[in-house]
């Protein structure tokens, strides 16, 4: 049984790993260091943005700093030690690229400013999946704290019963998460949650250790097999955390999982290396598996995925010349070169019309349309990662995000949930 928390080189090198959704100090990943501050200095006013590996990375905070003439200086960090900045030193930044289910402790706490959509340029580009839940007519919606539910705000802050003219963020990059496998080793196409936990698979099963992101996928898969139905998994109650998280220790103790991981290159790892055969994945880490070589498809059970949205947030001590700054670089996020930078990775945009002039046809195509690669395809760092021919998985950019089934969500009974999943690790 292996817990795996050491950063991987390809990590470091690409920047790629994501998000983790531990809200404790004993959970927290260790900050990163400052990055993206461009060789050129301007003469302009500088801009402080801290996020993830989604969205902090040299070539995007070096471009941003071309583009605005604004000097853009990032800092990317862990899940946990990014959640404990935007919350308790606001003061240190200008704009966090935080997430949705961030919400209900973010919005309280007045960290951050109401955003003007009269401001933002491309507001009206922004598609109906952030503003009102469904991408397209007839869309699940899903449960959990999907974006449409946690953008409205009044001009003082509070929130708003509907469409209003501020928000608590501009909604940017996205994407609709699964189960990565090799189907070399599962001799057979993956299309339920209920995969996760099949006999056929103990011992080379992997469960990402985030608390709220892990008993999602599992309380996925549990549902899925007709042994539980909750409520909304994205709050569950504590009968539910319970009863799920008693069924995840019995398979612990079978040796059901070979490993947890927390970061996008333990999860490549693990793969490339054949100690799973299936395992909790985020999108680019099924790309960067087959980049070595390593057959690896990214399901779409039938189920439905789970989403998750991130966004750009100005912190409230932001004022003057640094306010209008601020507004410049949310602006440039939304000029399609940043989408399209994404795009590569396996990401989504929000206003994706903006993004289509920035790619390729054949690029537009696979990443967003859902078509076979008409040729081979790169990252954004210039590696071939999709080969002649080759489908995405999970089809077109609609048809992924019409069936959500669940937001990643910051849970009533977060603290109980963190408790327990600490329990279930132990056993």
Known sequence: MTTLTKPTMHETRTGLSRRRFVLTAAGSAAAGATLGAPAIVYAAETIRTIGLGVSIINEIQSRASKDTKLRVRGQALGYGALFGKMLNQNSTYEITEGYFNDMDVMIPSKAWQPIDTKRIKNWDKISNLCKTGALTPGSSKGQGDAPFRHLWLNKD????????????????????????????????????????????????????????????????????????????????????????????????????????????????????????????????????VKAEGVPCVYAAPKEGMRGWHGGMAISSKVTGKKLDAAYEYINWWLNGWAGAFVARQGYYMSNFNEVKP??????????????????????????????????????????????????????????????RWTEFLSA
């Open 157 to 288: 802050g509070s929130r708003a019963s509907g469409p209003s003219q501020y928000v608590s963020m501009v909604p940017t990059f996205h994407n609709a998460d699964s189960l990565g496998y090799n189907p070399e080793e599962t001799k057979r196409k993956i299309e339920s949650w209920a995969e996760l936990f099949s006999a056929d698979f103990k011992g080379r099963v992997a469960l990402l250790n985030v608390p709220q992101i892990g008993t999602m996928d599992a309380a996925m898969g549990v549902e899925a097999m007709g042994l539980m139905k909750f409520g909304d998994k994205g709050d569950m109650t504590k009968a539910e955390i319970d009863k799920l998280v008693g069924f995840l220790i019995q398979k612990k103790k079978e040796g059901h999982f070979r490993a947890f991981w927390e970061t996008f290159g333990q999860s490549v790892n693990l793969m490339v290396s054949g100690e799973v055969a299936l395992q909790s994945m985020w999108s680019p880490a099924v790309t960067a």
């Open 358 to 419: 920035h790619l390729s046809g054949e690029e537009w195509d696979f990443w967003y349309g859902g078509k076979a690669a008409a040729k081979e395809l790169s990252d954004p760092f210039g590696t071939p990662i999709v080969r002649k021919g080759e489908v995405r998985d999970g089809g077109s950019y609609e048809q992924r995000f019409k069936n959500i089934a669940v937001w990643n969500s910051l849970m009533k009974e977060n603290n109980y949930l963190v408790k």
